[in-house]
Nanobody, 115 residues
């Protein structure tokens, strides 16, 4: 079993930055990729960013240039640096780890951006 935990959420003002952390633990054998998602109230969960175990990254268009995913997916450690935050970035942010075609999710961390 793989256990995923996010941290680093909080309340910030528009234009400020926040860094989220995610750590996967337990039976880490071959994590293929780690993703960040977010879910705002009343909306579906949406993909934000991915980093593969080879270091390849990709982003949701609306966060590209403001958010940066980094870390070592193979070891189950990933970060999300969020700059120039906007009120519309307010959501619960989730981390997930892909291992052998199984996706393991964390419980999420709340990010609130005030205007």
């Amino acid at each position: 079993q793989v256990h995923v935990v996010e941290s680093g959420g909080g309340l910030v003002q528009a234009g400020e930055s926040l860094r989220l952390s995610c750590a996967a633990s337990g039976r880490i054998l071959m994590v293929n990729a780690m993703d960040w998602y977010r879910q705002a109230p009343g909306k579906e969960r949406e993909f934000i960013a991915r980093i593969t175990n080879g270091g390849t990254t990709n982003y949701l268009d609306s966060v590209a240039g403001r958010f940066t995913i980094s870390g070592d997916a193979a070891k189950g450690t990933v970060y999300l640096q969020m700059n120039s935050l906007k009120p519309e970035d307010t959501a619960v942010y989730y981390c997930s780890a892909w291992q052998y075609a199984v996706n393991y999710w964390g419980q999420g961390t709340q990010v609130t951006v005030s205007s």
